[in-house]
């Protein structure tokens, strides 16, 4: 068995990324490790009625600080991070030496994943340490 003290769970707050919120919640317990919860900031990526970047920043900062684990004995750091993604999740969980990686998927395909690729799929690519992709049932 793996020895997995540090897992990093990323979010873009989707439905797919929420479910795999549960999944690094219940490792964290059974594992007995700390949490990073990370959220990558992509300027634009606010809601309409956010208007203007230092605006998005705050909001989102905002939504990353309310994410806390019921069980108050799970460690947890929100980090927020700014630029590519799939790059920054890879640097962040290598800086900060972890176990494990945490994500969803939105399960792409066809000529959208071609274009555009998938965060997930770089994450598995480029990560020193195990990704766990969830999707949704």
Known sequence: MISVKKILYATDFSSYSNQAYFHAIALAEHHHASLAIV????????????????GDRQYWRNQLEQIR??????????????GDPASEIVRFATHAGMDLIVMGTHGRSGLERLLMGSVA?????????????????
């Open 69 to 82: 684990p019921v069980n108050p004995r799970i460690p947890v750091r929100h980090v927020f991070l700014e």
């Open 39 to 54: 959220f990558v900031y992509t300027p634009g990526f606010g809601p309409p009625e956010v208007r203007g970047e230092k």
């Open 121 to 137: 799929e770089k994450v598995m690519r480029d990560a020193y340490c195990s990704v766990l992709v969830v999707k949704l049932p």
